[in-house]
């Protein structure tokens, strides 16, 4: 349960952890235990301690709070089931525009609703029916809000000299003003209403291109790099730096795990895995023999304290085997449907 959940209403005497407290005292140690299920154990240390505070609670007050958190579960099943503009007017009718505007307003702050919210549920295939056709900007700031498997389907899907413009506008993107995300929304479904928040809110940039570029099969990766080493040379590298990190190591398969561990100068190998997570150096170790891993193991606990600046471009040499083996075919790393092996 979301405590800040709650925020102006008809008691505004209590603050919103007082109402969850009063909440929980109106509804009784029963109902009360079954939503604890729900909470973590810092939010559930507050309550208990709120709920130990309140000497008296009033039916006035219980009858109010109950009221508000009636309002308020409803609001988001209306939001859930048919978006914004659907809940603004079941609620208008039920409670008037002022108090639904307050409801929504506070509801919609809370979920943290992002722009293109209907598209999520979408099918890849029907979105892209839907956005194919428009500006090569407006199908960046839709994919820009997108999860990156479904811009990722949606950009590999792209004619082939739209995917490195919409991923160069992705790349570069910055901040939207709210006015242009309600705009687009309102060409793109009706049906939703504008933004409720009016701060500025983020969106694309190289981390969000690279996080689709990563999901998309190596065809239309190479052939969006490519593009873009001639278009734009600096946005183009500093892409490829992010691609693929040495921590990436645990998605590629054993057999091609140990073609590029054989690449590898041992000095960098040991340098990398000084300062990785314990997935990554067991994900190595499993892929040397005994006596090997061994030796490594007793290389870096006699290494001593290294710099970080080192041990990150030792990481980037490994990473750079990969991408040099990958491209010259002589491993193969999954990366999207295009890339699924056929036995």
């Known amino acids: 349960m ?3 959940m709650y925020g102006n209403s008809d008691t505004p005497e209590l603050t919103n952890q007082q109402k969850a407290a009063v909440l929980f005292i109106a509804l009784g140690p029963e109902y009360s235990a079954m939503l604890f299920k ?9 309550l208990t301690l709120e709920i130990a505070n309140q000497k008296k609670v009033s039916q006035e007050q219980k009858r109010e709070v109950i009221a508000e ?12 089931t048919g978006g914004l503009e659907y809940a603004q007017n079941i609620l208008e009718k039920a409670l008037g525009a002022e108090k639904a505007s307050t409801i929504i307003s506070r509801l919609t702050t809370s979920l943290q609703v992002r722009p293109f919210d209907f598209l999520h549920k979408t099918d890849p295939g029907q979105l892209l029916n839907f956005i194919q056709n428009e500006h090569p900007q407006t199908i960046a700031l839709i994919m820009a809000y997108l999860d990156p498997d479904q811009a990722a389907t949606i ?12 991923s ?12 242009v995300l309600r705009e687009v929304e ?14 500025f809110t983020d969106a694309g940039g190289v981390g969000s291109i690279v996080e689709v570029l990563n999901r998309v099969d190596r065809t239309t ?22 691609m693929f990190v040495f921590e990436d190591i645990v998605n590629i398969d054993d057999r091609n795990l140990q073609r590029v561990l054989r690449e590898v100068d041992n000095k960098d190998l040991a340098l990398a895995l000084k300062a990785t997570n314990p997935d990554v150096a067991n994900k190595v170790y499993k892929n040397m023999s005994k006596r090997a891993g061994d030796t490594m193991r007793e290389e870096i606990e006699y290494m001593g304290p290294v710099k970080i600046r080192d041990v ?32």
Not at 189 to 198: H, I, N, P
Not at 221 to 242: F, G, Q, W
């Open 2 to 4: 979301n405590m800040d």
């Open 38 to 46: 729900h909470m973590n154990d810092d939010e559930i240390e507050k």
């Open 69 to 80: 958190f009636y309002q308020m579960a409803m609001a988001k099943n209306y939001l859930s």
């Open 155 to 166: 950009l590999t899907s792209l004619p082939q000299d739209r995917q490195a413009e919409v």
């Open 168 to 179: 160069k506008r992705i790349a570069v993107m910055d901040r939207t003003s709210p006015e």
């Open 186 to 199: 309102r060409v793109l479904e009706r049906k939703l209403s504008a933004l409720v928040t009016q701060d």
């Open 221 to 242: 990766e190479k052939s969006i790099i490519e593009t873009l080493e001639v278009d734009n040379p600096e946005l183009a590298e500093e892409i490829k730096k992010r």
């Open 312 to 343: 990150e471009e030792a990481q980037q040499r490994i990473v750079n085997i990969v991408r040099k083996l990958e491209d010259a075919g002589e491993i193969a790393i999954s990366r999207g449907k295009g890339d699924e092996m056929i036995v």
